[in-house]
Structure formats: C-alpha cells, structure tokens
C-alpha cells in the first residue's frame, strides 16, 4: 500500500476516533445538563406551590380554580401539578393533565414520610417520558399534603434528537473535509521523494554519472538527495576503478601470453635444433613466472579488500627483521652487482604483524635494487623520534617523477622509466605495501626525482608510545 494511502488512514482512523469519543462525551454532557434545567425548573415550581400553600395555612383545602387564579404560575402550560394527601388519594389536580393518570409511585410515598423530597421518571407508552417532583408538607413533624409537579420531557427529547442528528451530519462532512486535506498534505510531503525515486530508478539503470537535482531546503528531503548523490558518486568511482583495474590486469596478463605464443609459434614453424627449443621454453618459463606472480598479487589484494587476509597484532622488534632482510637483499644483490648497505639502525618495536613487515621490506628493497643502475648502492635505515618509527630505503637509480608520486601506488601503475629499465614487475608490489602500511595505521612517503635516486620511507607508529 503507498505511503500516502497509509498515512491518509491512519491520520483518518485517529481523527474519527477523537471525533467519536468527543461526541459521546458532548452528547452525555448535552442530555444530563438538559435534565438537570429541567428538575431545577420542576423544583422551583414546587417551592412555590409549596409556599403558597403554607401562605394560606394549609386549611381550609381550596379547591383548584381558586388555588390556580391566585397563583398563575402554575397553570404554566408545560407542567402539571398534584396534591396528594397522606392516603396518597389525589386531593387536588391542574387541568392540563387529561390523558391519563399519573398515580403517587410507592417510593415517593415513603420518601415524603421521611420528609424529604424525590425526582422521578415515569414513562407511559406512545408518550415521552415525563419527570416529577414529589415534595411532601410537614406540619408539627406530620405529613400533611404531597405536591407533585411535572412535567413533559418531550422538548428535552427533540433538543436531543436535533443535536444527535447534527453529530452524524456534521462528523462524516468534517471526517471528509479532513481526510481530503490529509491526503492533499501527504501528497505534498511525499512529492519530493517520488521525485527521487524517479531520478534514483533512472541513474540505477545505467548511468553514474548522473545526479539528482537537489532541493534548496536543507531538511530531511535535502539530506537525503545529498547522501543519495554522494553515493553515487561513490560508486561512480568505485565502478570505473573496478572496469579500469579490470583492463589494465587483462592487459598485463596478455602481453606474456602474447609473447609466449609469439615464440612457440615461430619455433615450431620447422624443425629446430634442440638448443632452441630449449631457449624458447626456457623464455615461457620467465613468463610463466611472471603471470604467476601477477596472479598471487592480484589474489592476494582482492583477498585483503574483501577483509580475508589475516593480520596478526604482536610485537615486533624492527631492528631484527630489518637485519634478516639486510643479509637476504645482499645475497641477491650479489648476481646483480648491488651493494646493500645499512645506515642507521635503532631498535625501535611496533605492533603488528612480522611477516605482513618482512613483505613489506622486501618490496622496497626489490624496488630499489631492481631500479638502480649495475653497481648502485642500495642503503636500508632505520629511526626512532620517540613517536614513530621511520624505516627508509634509497637508491641512486632512476628516480620517479614527482607527478608519479602518487600514481605508483594504483594497482598496475608503472612508470615508463621503469618500464623502459626492467621487464621485470607487475606494478602491484607498491599497491601491497600501501596496504599493509594501512594496516599498520602508518604510511609510506616517496621522495623521489627523475634520474635522482629514490628514498621510501614507511612511517609506523611505536607499540608502546611513551606518555
Ligand atoms: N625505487 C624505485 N625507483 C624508481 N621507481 C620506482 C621505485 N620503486 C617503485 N618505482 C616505480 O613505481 C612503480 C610501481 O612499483 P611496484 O608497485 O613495486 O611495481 P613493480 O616493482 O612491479 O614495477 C614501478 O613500476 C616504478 O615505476
Ligand atoms: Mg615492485
């Protein structure tokens, strides 16, 4: 069911039931204040009755005619009067009481011996009810005569009828007037998220690039179109990193297929020596390689941007790994005519994890060595400031242009410096790196020119910084 529906019915539901239980209470209120003018006035009438016949002290009993041209007030034509003695006998009776009688009911007989007086229903069929009033006259602590006034509760009855029927009329038309505004202002309010939801279905099927337009109030409907475009703009980015990576992976893996079915093709052209085939698989081998270790990277960075690659959280004494790594980078910069020498080398301890640092070390010592010229000198150091750890490595070889500084940390990203220098990387091992330097909540730091040499830096916080 749409929001607007809903909320037309429950505002509706609501408001009826106000409505309801606001004229039940209205109604009560109406008929009990009516009945109580109704025995005020019945009352006052018998006080007076009452008087006037205490005035003339009781005897000789005057007849009707009498009593009613000295006292014109009650011959009022909406009431009717008694007089009943003790026996409870009617004594005396006015006029306008002619369809039948109204006999002295047992209780207020009782309740006038008592002394006191009563207020009374009575009901006869195919008439409205009437309402009495029983008031007894004392004489020395006996009864003497009961006064009975009444009257017909007719007006009453129709006051009522009128006002009941005003209810049912005048409910539905408020209840109507009311659900048609309700559903005018829930339409209103709903408009804008309609809207979005127009121009959300759109962007989602297909283009990113696109926005909502936003609203200029800043209330919940603003926010909303801010948080939606913001996200697609998360996408968006996300979405064209992804289709980039994407190419940029399947290219990297092709130009080794390329090159591997370039020489098989044209070694099994015609019979070859055994020396060359030995050289062509020789040369797949290296490829073969290579695709391997593009693959291994590539796995291991989708497993760590979906959280699976565990992290350990130890100790771990820096100065010993950045030895062992010392004494592994030298023996490779054997072959290659590279000296791998240590500066500075502070015992400095951070908190994480020692394989996940060995890797990241070696990464850039690899780096080093790799794009440095025969003979160059690689240096590994490592301070402590009191705050963090800074591990550096530099060469002499062939620099990075500061425009690149950021770009080598993208997945695939090689300079064509580099490209030019070795055959040799996949341009994943940076992207590694910055991961576990994330992870390690430090950073690394390039400072770098072309043909200059580089300095990597991995900044990492102490495992125990001092207070
Ligand atoms: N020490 C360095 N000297 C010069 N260029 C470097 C150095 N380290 C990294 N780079 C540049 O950064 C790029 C990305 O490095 P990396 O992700 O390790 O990829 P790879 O080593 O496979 O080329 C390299 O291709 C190179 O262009
Ligand atoms: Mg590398």
Same mark, same amino acid.
Not at 123 to 130: A, F, G, Q, T
């Given at each position: ?16 039931? %106000? ?7 209205? *109604? ?33 009993? $005057? ?39 109204? !006999? ?15 207020? /009374?229903?009575?009901? *006869?069929?195919?008439? !409205? ?7 007894? #006259? =004392? ?5 003497? *005569?009961?006064?009975? %006034?009444?009257?017909? =509760?007719?007006?009453? @009855? ?30 209103? &309010? ?12 759109? #962007? ?18 603003? +926010? ?8 697609? @703009? ?7 990193? $992804? +289709? ?7 290219? /990297? ?40 270790? $593009? ?15 565990? =992290?350990?959280?130890?100790? %771990?004494? =820096? ?13 490779? @910069?054997?072959?290659?005519?590279? /000296? ?30 790799? *794009? ?7 240096? $590994? ?38 490209? &030019? ?43 125990? !910084?001092?207070?």
């Amino acid at each position: 069911m749409p929001l607007r529906v809903r909320l037309t019915l429950w505002y509706g539901t609501a408001l009826a039931l %106000v409505l309801m239980i606001f004229s039940v209470i209205l *109604y009560a209120m109406t008929a009990r204040n009516l009945r109580d003018a109704v025995d005020q006035s019945l009352e006052e009438t018998a006080t007076t009755a009452v008087r006037s016949l205490e005035e003339r002290g009781f005897l000789p009993l $005057i007849n009707e005619e009498e009593l009613l041209s000295q006292f014109p007030e009650l011959t009022r034509i909406d009431k009717f009067f008694q007089i009943f003695s003790p026996s409870g006998t009617i004594s005396i009776r006015s006029p306008n009481i002619k369809q039948h009688e109204v !006999p002295l009911s047992r209780t207020a007989l009782d309740t006038a011996f008592a002394g006191q007086s009563i207020f /009374e229903s009575a009901k *006869y069929p195919n008439e !409205p009810p009437l309402r009495l009033i029983s008031v007894p #006259i =004392m004489y020395r602590g006996n009864l003497l *005569y009961i006064v009975q %006034v009444g009257t017909s =509760m007719e007006s009453v @009855g129709e006051t009522l009828h009128r006002f009941l029927i005003l209810l049912v009329v005048a409910i539905p038309i408020a209840l109507t007037v009311s659900l048609a505004g309700g559903w005018f202002l829930a339409g209103r &309010a709903l408009r804008p998220v309609d809207k979005i939801a127009v121009a959300a279905q759109r #962007i989602a099927a297909g283009d990113l690039s696109q926005r909502l337009s936003m609203p200029a109030a800043h209330d919940e409907i603003g +926010r909303l179109a801010a948080i939606f475009n913001n996200m697609i @703009g998360r996408l968006d980015v996300s979405f064209r990193q $992804i +289709r980039q990576f994407t190419s940029d992976a399947s290219h /990297e893996l092709r130009t080794p297929l390329t090159v591997m079915k370039g020489e098989t093709d044209l070694v099994l052209r015609r019979p070859r020596a055994l020396e060359d085939y030995k050289t062509v698989l020789e040369s797949n081998l290296e490829e073969i390689d290579r695709m391997t270790r $593009i693959v291994d990277e590539l796995l291991f960075l989708s497993r760590a941007d979906m959280g699976e690659v565990k =992290m350990e959280s130890l100790p %771990v004494a =820096m100065k010993s790994l950045v030895e062992d790594i010392h004494r592994q980078a030298t023996l490779l @910069g054997h072959d290659r005519n590279i /000296e791998v020498v240590l500066g500075t080398v502070m015992p400095v301890v951070v908190q994480g994890d020692d394989l996940r640092l060995r890797e990241l070390l070696l990464n850039l010592v690899e780096n080093a060595m790799k *794009y440095s010229y025969s003979g160059g000198k690689v240096e $590994i150091s490592l301070l402590n400031d009191g705050r963090e750890a800074r591990l550096s490595v530099t060469d002499h070889g062939i620099g990075i242009a500061p425009a690149d500084h950021k770009r080598i940390f993208h997945r695939f990203f090689r300079t064509d410096v580099a490209r &030019a220098h070795t055959k040799k990387g996949t341009g994943l091992g940076l992207a590694i790196c910055a991961w576990i330097a994330d992870l390690h909540k430090g950073r690394v730091q390039v400072k770098s020119d072309l043909g200059q040499g580089s300095t990597f830096t991995v900044v990492l916080p102490l495992a125990h !910084p001092p207070a």
